[in-house]
């Protein structure tokens, strides 16, 4: 089973506009979709959709807590939260034609006695995998996600912003970072895909057994100890990109878990982030058959 904590999850708002924005007038749209989200708990809704075991837990408080969790219910994925005082973020996508605007609230402030919740909730769910993914809330520092992939037997998984990333010091089975979190953690810039696979072969001997990076429309890559395999993007129409790290992950711990192989790993997170570009939000695609080709995907050996 896999687990997923999102210490600062979000109620994600986005908002359609038939126009660009401008400012001093007021902008008006008939659209408007609420989805619980966060990055962990993103994981756990493709997760959900792949047929692979999850549980999502993490910190919700007061009425957009309330959502979240009901919410997530309704659409049937398994959640097991820790309640705390503070309000639950609402993170805002505008679209427009010819942009996508995204807006993220820091969130509350948690007590870090809380974390203690966090790890016998994990406990009582015995997972063979965590996933820690998302930015921390306030009073919540890079040593919580230590703490936690300490804890227990379970492999753990991170996706956490590149300061947090360079400042971990527990052992990980895996990191998630995007171009520019994979820059901040080598302090260079990523202009090339040679750039992106020295900056990934780097990041993966400094201690994380894996090193998954996802480049936007470059698609994805993936470190390994021995080798690092790159996969182009497909060529799908973007409705935004909400989501798309997350749905990466998700294809590529789902498809490990199946087939064991990295490469068909890589294919996998590709295939499942190109069905989530194509919808708006943090709204779950139809996955039936997005891992049903992807032996036909390209894979490289770098
Ligand atoms: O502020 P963070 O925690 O870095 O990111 C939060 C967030 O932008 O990430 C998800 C998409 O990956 C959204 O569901 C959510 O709003």
Redesign the pocket.
Known sequence: MILTVTL?P?V?HTLQLDDELTSDSVARTDTAQF?P???G??VSKYLVELDVETTATGYVGDFLGRFLREELTTQGIPNDFVEISGCTRL?TTILTPQSEF?I?QNGPTVDDTALELIVETIERHSPEMVVVA??LPRGVGPEAIDYIADAGPWETVVDV?GDVLADLEAEYALCKPNREELAATVGGEIDSLSDAFAAARALQKRGFERVVASLGGDGAIMATPDTVLYTPALDVDVVDT??A??ALLAGVLAERQRSGTDEAALRAGVAVASRVVAVSG?SVPSLDDALSNIEEMTVTAH
């Open positions: 600062n979000a994600d989805d989200g966060g990055k708990i993103n993170n995204k993220n998302g930015s912003g909400v989501g790290g997350d943090t």
